[in-house]
């Protein structure tokens, strides 16, 4: 039977077990349970292709506990420490939100005035959207992974090998981003904004970078820990897959070449990419 399945779902979930020895000889993950990864990003509200990704996941995971006797974990990752890039059409008091964009989203004030934050806000409409579905999932804050120090430890090793990291990534960069380019996006402590800077230094030995902020046009040093800084997406990805050891996570077709850049730097790092499949998008005409 195990052969003949060949409905996507059940595809999907043999690609896993055989990451883990195939169905004879399954060797359970060393965390005791195989984690099954969605995201969200938290700019805006969640839409259609919030609800797509989690339901089509969701149904991979149903597949593969119906194959395997293995505890499984749904979690959906919400990107609420990147900084506000614009301002949404579809939020009230709008113009509060100008003096804080670039800051996390979880820094800003709620435009809806109903929650601690912008980004608090839209994270309560996605667990209450996928609630209202009865899906099983735990939520993951990126604030807190960062600020509570659960990623501390692969952000410590990101540091030490940020050169083979920059070697991966800047052959993928336009000539005048390759000058600026780190890994590392530093918070200002001056006006709480995610800055793109160039870093003067990388200082391993200390856990910190040295980079001037344009707030003061001062010279600081910063430990990469603690919540003091996130790092660029692609880095970001690839980071959170290695700290929280995800074995599945699919993405949209727009993300194909962010995955395979992620893949490629959590090899460099001697870590495994999660088994992953792409989707099409959904089309509004």
């Given at each position: 039977?195990?052969?003949?399945?060949?409905?996507?779902?059940?595809?999907?979930?043999?690609?896993?077990?055989?990451?883990?020895?195939?169905?004879?000889?399954?060797?359970?993950?060393?965390?005791?349970?195989?984690?099954?990864?969605?995201?969200?990003?938290?700019?805006?509200?969640?839409?259609?292709?919030?609800?797509?990704?989690?339901?089509?996941t969701?149904?991979?995971?149903?597949?593969?506990?119906?194959?395997v006797d293995?505890?499984?974990?749904?979690?959906?990752?919400?990107?609420?420490?990147?900084g506000?890039?614009?301002?949404?059409?579809?939020?009230?008091?709008?113009?509060?939100?100008?003096?804080?964009?670039?800051?996390?989203l979880?820094?800003?004030?709620?435009?809806?005035?109903?929650?601690?934050?912008?980004?608090?806000?839209?994270?309560?409409k996605?667990?209450?959207?996928?609630?209202?579905?009865?899906?099983?999932?735990?939520?993951?804050?990126?604030?807190?992974?960062?600020?509570?120090?659960?990623f501390?430890?692969?952000?410590?090793?990101?540091?030490?090998?940020?050169?083979?990291?920059?070697s991966?990534?800047?052959?993928?960069?336009?000539?005048?981003r390759?000058?600026?380019?780190?890994?590392?996006?530093?918070?200002?402590?001056?006006n709480?904004?995610?800055?793109?800077?160039?870093?003067?230094?990388?200082?391993?030995?200390?856990?910190s970078?040295?980079?001037?902020?344009?707030?003061?046009?001062k010279?600081?040093?910063?430990?990469?820990?603690?919540?003091?800084c996130k790092?660029?997406?692609?880095?970001?990805?690839?980071?959170?897959?290695?700290?929280?050891?995800v074995?599945?996570?699919?993405?949209g077709?727009?993300?194909?070449?962010?995955?395979?850049?992620a893949?490629?730097?959590?090899?460099?790092?001697?870590?495994?990419?999660?088994?992953?499949?792409i989707y099409?998008?959904f089309?509004?005409?």
């Amino acid at each position: 039977i195990y052969g003949s399945l060949i409905s996507w779902p059940f595809i999907e979930a043999k690609k896993i077990i055989e990451n883990f020895g195939g169905l004879n000889n399954f060797s359970e993950p060393i965390k005791k349970y195989v984690l099954f990864e969605t995201g969200y990003g938290p700019s805006g509200l969640p839409h259609i292709g919030t609800f797509g990704e989690v339901v089509r996941t969701s149904m991979v995971k149903n597949a593969f506990e119906a194959l395997v006797d293995c505890e499984t974990k749904l979690i959906t990752f919400s990107d609420d420490m990147d900084g506000l890039r614009k301002i949404p059409d579809n939020v009230p008091n709008k113009n509060m939100l100008e003096k804080y964009i670039g800051q996390p989203l979880t820094s800003i004030p709620d435009p809806f005035e109903k929650y601690e934050s912008f980004g608090h806000h839209n994270n309560a409409k996605l667990c209450s959207f996928l609630d209202r579905f009865k899906f099983e999932y735990e939520f993951v804050s990126s604030t807190n992974k960062y600020k509570s120090g659960d990623f501390d430890k692969t952000l410590t090793t990101i540091l030490e090998n940020y050169e083979e990291i920059i070697s991966v990534i800047l052959p993928t960069l336009r000539s005048e981003r390759k000058q600026t380019y780190s890994p590392f996006l530093p918070i200002s402590a001056v006006n709480g904004v995610v800055l793109q800077v160039k870093i003067e230094e990388y200082r391993p030995k200390t856990n910190s970078i040295i980079f001037i902020d344009p707030a003061n046009n001062k010279k600081t040093e910063i430990e990469v820990t603690k919540g003091n800084c996130k790092l660029q997406w692609k880095v970001d990805w690839a980071m959170r897959w290695m700290s929280l050891d995800v074995d599945y996570e699919m993405c949209g077709k727009d993300l194909i070449e962010s995955f395979d850049l992620a893949s490629k730097i959590c090899r460099v790092m001697k870590n495994k990419p999660p088994v992953n499949l792409i989707y099409e998008m959904f089309l509004d005409e």
